[in-house]
């Protein structure tokens, strides 16, 4: 028996490459929407890259009327231990309608009663407005949602400072924890993982900045050390607005559209292709 013949074999070589293309591409975006409902994480690590204070300061201004916020903390057994600054400052120009709130943690030259200086390990608190991503830098991607400052003032906060014989200190992590109905912010300074020591007597850490949409108000701050905190200080925190996720391109919402894309490239290809013959 004769084999009935392709009536156009190019033709569908090419139909079956659009087809898989095509399956590619939405099995990725199917496993993109998967990942995405099912993978939602508890805490997120939130990138701080770090910009001058002359880029930052150009940006955003204090605003009118709101003073920097000092507020001073004590662990038991110690004096007076340092002192937590913030302030609020606004966006201008493409960052019109973003609040800037700047954080500084000064730790006072003091030792405990057991002559042990003291130090700051974390500090954490309540920040109930999702961090909202700005592209501070122009790097062309979608930016980050906090940033820090080592090289000089932010607003009307005061200079940086390093402890004897360290550098000026940044936090080695800044958590971000997205409650049901609060969120919270903890920057993290003692981490074993990367050989980095707490904030030590005499410091003034670098300023970080945390951006977002939503207006002011005050919250106490929890400062960790091995010596339990008998003073809270309070500092600016944002209210308002959805307590979510800062959302972050994923790996596999990338490739999924990566997937859509080379899908429908092939498909033009084609038709350009029957249009020239």
Known sequence: MR????????????????????????????????????????????????ISASAFNSLFKPIDGVAPLTSAYQFMGTPVTGIVESQVLEGTGAFAGLYAYAYQFGVNKVSDVSGEPTSVNSASLQ????????????????????????????????????????????????????????????????????????????????????????????????????????????????QGGPIQEVPVPEPSTVLAWAGMIGAATLVKRVRDRRKAA
């Open 127 to 238: 920040f109930n407005a999702t961090p909202a991503l700005a592209d501070l830098l122009n790097t062309g991607g979608p930016g980050s949602s906090v940033f820090v400052v080592t090289d000089g003032k932010v607003g009307n906060l005061d200079l940086p400072a390093a402890a004897p014989g360290s550098v000026i200190q940044t936090p080695t992590s800044i958590a971000w924890l997205p409650g049901s109905q609060t969120g919270a912010l903890t920057f993290q300074y003692l981490d074993p993982a990367k050989d980095k020591g707490p904030l030590g007597a005499g410091a003034t850490s670098g300023t970080i900045v945390v951006l977002t949409s939503q207006p002011y108000t005050t919250k106490p701050v929890s400062v960790q050390n091995a010596n339990p905190q008998i003073t809270y200080p309070a500092a600016y925190s944002a």
């Open 3 to 50: 084999r009935a013949s392709q009536i156009n074999p190019g033709r569908s070589t090419r139909m079956n490459k659009i087809s898989s293309a095509l399956a590619l591409g939405a099995g990725l975006v199917l496993s993109a929407a998967s990942s995405t409902a099912h993978a939602t994480p508890i805490v997120q690590n939130l990138n701080a890259p770090e």
